[in-house]
């Protein structure tokens, strides 16, 4: 779970620093090395992962010490989504946000004020495509930094033992379906019936573009179950003409996510060898139909992506609607959700019900 974390924590680091030399991206002073030294510690942590996870179950130390890891890991890619989301801001809108991380400069002088200047004003003359990081998110990576910093050195207290960087061959997740046996779910009645709700509720007549509703919550809370169980609801069946689910997983791979969607339409595999051909393939199958489609664990917030995606199934019938399962808020967004549904921890009385149900089951078995 830890792990997961990380290496994708890792995999954006090394994309921004790609990204920084590739379009000449001006940090305020100091970041550079913080991220650099950001990315490092996380190397360092990621490699004696394997044998924390196996020690935790009999030595609590190491088992608070992933825990303290897991939250940190989860506040740097708060910042990371907003750095994320700040660059797709300025990709779509070609402008300057006040809120964003980053400002694009448009072939004038900037005039820039940071905190501790008391001397005026610093102007810096930046040529096209030249950013530079926002100073109080470049605060909170110092932060992270430091935190991370300490994590890193209390590793050693444990006499982990290193088993390489695992990050290239990391199992896949497991595939998930819209199968579910419902006798085995615990809770999660009111996040439902919302997401019922929102599935049954037709889409008034102004509204344009597609209907995307995003579960987000952080991983194994119980995303994918509430989709699964909506998908499944007799209402819901009967309401969309198709229910289409697809297991993103972690990297956005179109063609896969194309050939998927149209497999499932078609019921049978699908021989189209080309992703124009696949979207023209689905356009043609939802036309004039109502579709509910199930986009799960989706990690990417690559808009370009996405926009494929979108302008297709903008063909289906009016009233049709996306439900996207995210640990990412930033991602959902992206995707233009109309609908947020944040999925929080289980209430201990629905912890100790689950936990009676998974000690009667291993009983009888």
């Known amino acids: 779970m830890v792990d997961a974390v990380v290496s994708t924590i890792l995999e954006q680091l090394i994309s921004f620093t790609a990204e920084e030399i590739k379009q000449q991206v001006k940090l305020v002073f100091g970041v550079e090395k913080e991220v650099k030294s950001l990315t490092s510690h996380l190397q360092a942590i990621q490699v004696v992962l394997d044998d924390a996870e196996e020690k935790q179950v ?25 750095w994320i989301t700040a660059r797709r801001k300025l990709q779509i809108e070609d402008g300057v946000d006040e809120n964003a991380l980053v400002v694009p400069h448009k072939k004038k002088k900037v005039c820039l004020c940071f905190p501790g200047s008391c001397c005026g004003f610093k102007q810096e003359e930046f040529g096209f495509k030249q950013v530079f990081l926002r100073h109080d998110i470049a605060n909170k990576i110092k932060e992270m930094n ?18 390489g960087n695992k990050s290239s061959e990391r199992p896949r997740r497991v595939q998930s379906t819209s199968l579910i046996d419902e006798e085995e779910i615990c809770g999660r009645v009111g996040e439902k019936n919302e997401l019922i709700s929102k599935l049954l509720r037709e889409s008034s007549e102004q509204q344009k573009g597609l209907h995307i509703i995003s579960i987000v919550g952080m991983g194994g809370i119980g995303k994918t179950t509430l989709a699964q169980l909506a998908c499944n609801h007799d209402e ?32 049978r595999e699908s021989h189209l060898a080309e992703f124009h051909s696949l979207l023209q393939h689905i356009c043609e199958s939802i036309a004039g139909k109502s579709f509910l489609l199930v986009l799960d664990d989706v990690w990417d917030g690559n808009y370009l992506k996405w926009e494929p995606f979108y302008r297709c199934l903008k063909n289906g019938l009016h009233g049709s609607k996306i439900l996207v399962t995210t640990r990412k808020g930033s991602v959902a967004s992206m995707m233009g959700s109309i609908d947020i549904i944040s999925v929080k921890e289980l209430a201990e009385e629905e912890c100790w019900l689950l936990f009676n149900k998974i000690a009667s089951r291993n009983v009888k078995n």
């Open 146 to 163: 430091e935190e991370l910093h300490d994590i890193a050195t209390q590793k050693d207290m444990f006499n982990l033992v290193k088993s």
């Open 58 to 82: 009999k030595d609590k130390a190491v088992s608070l010490w992933l825990s303290r890891l897991k939250y940190a890991s989860y506040n740097i890619e708060d910042v990371l989504d907003e």
């Open 236 to 267: 819901v069946k009967r309401k969309f003409d198709k229910i289409l689910w697809v297991c993103v997983s972690e990297t956005f791979e179109e063609f896969r996510v194309a050939k998927a969607i149209v497999e499932v339409l078609d019921g």
